[in-house]
């Protein structure tokens, strides 16, 4: 059953796709490759996954300040995540976002959302993002 | 907008002051409400890690700030760059790569900001004030200046330093503020000799400890001797913010706003106590590295942050105690650093000892932003936690962290060997 789950707008936008779910926060600095969108920290628990047109949702970045610049430069690669889900603001991942929009004009929203809301996320499945921070989230068909 | 403006404020993100401070204000009013900040304020200094990265994208943006008249209105430093600006031929490096590399760096320079080129810029020039406000860019470099030097700066990233640098303003946020920055955990050293933490070794691993434990928390580390130096609290910063966000750490008799477990503290109570031990730096030790002893070695570098006089010193010392043996053949062994540290080097008699040695010393730039390093590098040994920390993900080597001494060693005979054991203090 879709499950209805109301986040915080960081940077609000529409967005769709699978999520791509990770317990563990991420440097996107040395943690993911602007031209692939893999994520290659290889002590990071996802380490070879692609986040680009996922929903990536993780805990929040970490690290480097370059996180920005990475991010900024997968918008204008075309590797970026469709949108991020996070379960603390972070004002590094926010900035890329942001210059990102004052550049290209492209937007890749980042909702933040409770411990519990967060938890309610499995890989795979499809969600669905709205300028409000509302988050609709199909359950992946198992089995 | 929920953020209040100044006058000025408003004027700039009117254009008032030219398109690149009406870009810059706009950025940061946006960032004001990712923050949630009431209004915004003054900084007097500025940090930019915008330059160090060549990307297309980071490219175009300083550009476009350039084109459009941007001038940084407060002094501002620059972090390491993408090349080594005067040598770049000789390490090789394409010269496609080279001349992007230059254009970024030059729309900087237009732009009023200080060719320092260096990720340690509080060990040489325009060192922050004690309770200074400045905007600081480069993660190493942010929790020196907030935790060794009590200057107040945010984890500002690429792009809002240039922002803040041009416009002399950021949100009043986080870090900026006193109440902000009292300490959240307290780490204490428990069975940890003395003779350990006279080991260089002993400061990157115990900071990929507390960024492990800490995340994104203020620590704050009792048992630290009164006598550790800056280049082994720069070490100790740079892990902590490679494997966690710290932006500030306090070491109790240490650090100036830690003269006292209370003021670390502003008298409240720790969120958690958590004890340090010597297996958890051992533990850390076996986290850094990805290659085993023994292992055939292609690189040593050191320099991450850039090497100071004092380390450079450091190393002709070790490799004087060498008796002449020098690097093995098939072992590059790079020393980062800045041209203000070089110009002293060159004051002293050490380039002839660490170049005879078989030292390069690379300015100027990184490892991990420039193309130094070939590709049939695959172990590279080094005494940085950061370096060991983001080496594996970002050049896709193994990498064995060891002492400086160690380092050397390695280098001559050409594989990963352990002598030093930095836990036991032997």
Redesign the interface.
């Known amino acids: 059953m879709d499950r209805i789950v109301i986040g915080k707008p960081?940077?609000a936008g529409s967005a769709e796709g699978v999520a791509l779910v990770s317990k563990e926060?991420l440097?996107l600095?040395?943690?993911l490759s602007?031209q692939t969108g893999e994520i290659?920290?290889?002590?990071h628990e996802r380490s070879g996954a692609v986040v680009t047109g996922k929903v990536f949702v993780f805990p929040?970045?970490?690290?480097?300040?370059?996180?920005?610049?990475?991010l900024?430069?997968s918008?204008?690669?075309g590797t970026a995540p469709a949108a991020i889900i996070n379960l603390?603001?972070d004002?590094?991942l926010?900035?890329?976002a942001?210059?990102?929009d004052?550049?290209?004009h492209k937007i890749v929203p980042i909702i933040v959302v409770s411990k519990e809301d967060f938890d309610a996320i499995q890989e795979g499945d499809y969600l669905e993002i709205a300028p409000d921070g509302t988050i609709k989230i199909c359950a992946q068909q198992r089995g | 907008m929920s953020v209040m403006l100044s006058e000025k404020d408003r004027r700039m993100l009117k254009g008032e002051y030219g398109k690149a401070a009406k870009l810059a204000m706009s950025i940061l009013v946006r960032m004001a409400e990712v923050y949630g900040a009431e209004e915004m304020m003054d900084v007097t200094l500025a940090h930019i890690d915008g330059v160090g990265l060549l990307s297309e994208a980071g490219l175009e943006f300083a550009e476009t700030l350039a084109t459009l008249g941007g001038r940084v209105s407060i002094p501002t430093t620059l972090n390491m760059v993408p090349l080594d600006v005067q040598q770049w031929e000789k390490w090789r490096i394409p010269e496609d790569y080279a001349r992007k590399a230059l254009r970024q760096i030059k729309a900087y320079i237009n732009m009023g900001c200080i060719p320092t080129c260096t990720c340690a810029p509080y060990q040489g020039y325009l060192t922050p004030r004690f309770g200074q406000q400045i905007a600081w860019a480069e993660s190493n470099a942010i929790v020196f200046a907030n935790s060794v030097l009590g200057a107040r700066t945010n984890r500002y990233g690429d792009y809002i330093d240039i922002c803040a640098a041009i416009t002399g303003r950021v949100p009043q946020y986080g870090l900026h503020l006193k109440p902000n920055r009292k300490g959240q955990l307290l780490l204490r050293l428990v069975d940890i000799e003395p003779a350990v933490m006279m080991n260089d070794a002993f400061y990157p691993l115990l900071g990929y400890f507390l960024g492990r434990v800490a995340g994104d928390k203020i620590p704050v580390i009792e048992g630290l001797p009164a006598q550790a130096t800056d280049d082994q609290l720069k070490a100790l910063g740079a892990a902590a913010a490679s494997s966690g966000a710290v932006a500030l750490f306090h070491a109790v008799g240490v650090t100036p706003e830690a003269n006292t477990l209370e003021e670390a503290f502003q008298n409240d109570t720790p969120e958690q106590v958590i004890s340090v031990h010597s297996a958890d730096l051992a533990a850390a030790q076996t986290e850094l590295s990805t290659a085993e002893a023994g292992a055939q070695l292609d690189a040593v570098v050191l320099g991450c942050p850039h090497f100071s006089f004092a380390e450079f010193q450091q190393l002709a010392w070790i490799i004087q105690a060498q008796e002449g043996q020098s690097v093995h053949p098939g072992v590059r062994f790079i020393v980062l650093t800045n041209q203000l540290t070089y110009s002293l080097l060159q004051r002293s008699d050490l380039i002839d000892l660490l170049t005879g040695f078989g030292v390069q010393i690379v300015l100027d730039t990184c490892v991990f932003h420039c193309p130094i390093l070939s590709l049939e590098v695959k172990v590279v040994m080094t005494n940085s936690g950061k370096h060991a920390y983001y080496a594996p993900g970002e050049l896709g080597v193994q990498v064995a962290f060891g002492s400086m001494a160690d380092c050397v060693r390695s280098a001559i005979e050409g594989n990963v060997c352990r002598r030093e054991t930095p836990w036991t203090g032997l």
């Open positions: 960081v940077l926060p440097s600095w040395g943690g602007a290659i920290d290889r002590r929040q970045g970490r690290g480097s300040s370059t996180a920005s610049a990475i900024l430069e918008v204008k690669a603390k603001v004002p590094i926010a900035l890329g942001i210059v990102a004052e550049l290209y």
